[in-house]
C-alpha cells in the first residue's frame, strides 16, 4: 500500500473511532443498553452497546469504501471480502465493566493490517470517556490527538498494571513486584489504554502473564507502543507474533518505556523459568 493510501487509512479510522466514542460517552446509564444479551466467540458476555458500537463502526468502514476482512471482538472473523489486502482488527468497548460502573477508563480500538506483508499499518486507540486518542502510522510517527510525539524520558509513576486471575500469575507478579523495589499494583480495566499509558511513560511496567489477552484486545495500542520506540515482547523478550487475520491469544506481553524496569523483569522471568 501506499503511504498516501495508508494516510487516508489513518484519517478514517480516527473519525471513525472518535464518533463510536462519543455514542458511546451519550449513553452512559443507560440500563438497556447494558444488558447483556449473549456471549462472544471465546466466551465473554456481550453487551447490548457492544454490538451497537460494533455495528456502528462496521458500517462505517464499508461506507469509507473499503473491501476488507474484519476481525471483531464480538463477531469475530466478518468474510465479507476474503481476498481483500486490508484487514481491520477492532475491540469497539475495551473496559465494559468499568463502562457499566460509569468508571471513566474505557476505551474503543481499532488495528488496520496489510494481509500481503502481514504487518500492521496504522491504528487508534480512542478514550471513551475524554477526548483522547492515540494513533499511529507503524515505524513512521505516533500521535496523540493528531500531535506527533516522541518517547520521552520522564520521571516514572512507579506503578506496574497488571490482571490475575490465578495463583501461578498471582506468585509470578509478586516476585516483580519484590525485585522491582516494591511498586503500586494497579488492575484498571482496559489492557488497551493500559498498553498506551505505559509507552507514553505514564507508568512503570504492563504486564499480562495470563494467556487471556488477544490480539483484537492489544492491536492498536501494541502498534502505538512499537512505533514510538517503547519496549514492547513477550518473556523471552521476542516481539510479539499473533495472527493478523483470525482471533488469536497473547501468551505473554511486557511493555516498559523504562529499560531498567523492562530488562529486570525478563531476568526475573528467565530465572523463575529455570527453577
Do not use: C
Not at 481476498?83 to 469497539?92: G, L, Y
Not at 488495528?111 to 494513533?135: C, H, L, M, P, W
Amino acid at each position: 500500500m501506499n503511504k498516501e493510501y495508508v494516510n487516508k487509512i489513518h484519517r478514517d479510522i480516527i473519525e471513525i473511532a472518535i464518533k463510536a466514542s462519543k455514542i458511546a460517552r451519550e449513553n452512559i446509564n443507560k440500563d438497556l443498553l447494558n444488558e447483556v444479551v449473549g456471549a462472544n466467540i471465546t466466551g465473554d458476555i456481550i453487551r447490548r452497546i457492544d454490538v451497537i458500537l460494533e455495528d456502528l463502526i462496521i458500517k462505517n468502514i464499508f461506507e469509507k469504501g473499503y473491501k476488507a476482512l474484519i476481525i471483531s471482538e464480538e463477531r469475530g472473523v466478518v468474510k465479507t471480502y476474503e481476498d481483500s489486502n486490508i484487514i481491520f482488527i477492532i475491540d469497539p468497548l475495551d473496559g465494559s465493566s468499568n463502562y457499566v460502573a460509569d468508571t471513566p477508563y474505557a476505551s474503543i480500538s481499532i488495528a488496520v493490517a496489510d494481509k500481503e506483508k502481514n504487518q500492521i499499518i496504522t491504528g487508534v486507540v480512542s478514550e471513551v470517556f475524554r477526548d483522547k486518542v492515540y494513533s499511529f502510522i507503524y515505524g513512521e510517527a505516533a500521535y496523540v490527538n493528531n500531535e506527533k510525539i516522541s518517547l520521552k524520558k520522564r520521571s516514572l509513576e512507579n506503578i506496574i498494571l497488571s490482571y490475575v486471575d490465578d495463583l501461578d500469575a498471582l506468585k509470578l507478579l509478586y516476585e516483580i513486584w519484590e525485585r522491582l523495589d516494591k511498586p503500586k499494583i494497579r488492575s484498571l480495566g482496559s489492557a488497551a489504554l493500559d498498553i498506551v499509558k505505559t509507552a507514553l511513560g505514564h507508568f512503570r511496567l504492563f504486564i499480562d502473564v495470563r494467556g487471556r489477552l488477544r490480539n483484537i484486545d492489544i492491536a492498536a495500542a501494541y502498534g502505538f507502543s512499537k512505533t514510538l520506540g517503547a519496549y514492547v515482547s513477550d518473556h523471552l523478550g521476542r516481539d510479539l507474533s499473533f495472527k493478523l487475520s483470525d482471533i488469536d491469544k497473547i501468551k505473554t506481553i511486557i511493555v516498559s518505556s523504562d529499560e531498567e524496569a523492562y530488562l529486570k523483569t525478563l531476568k526475573i522471568l528467565r530465572e523463575l523459568r529455570e527453577k
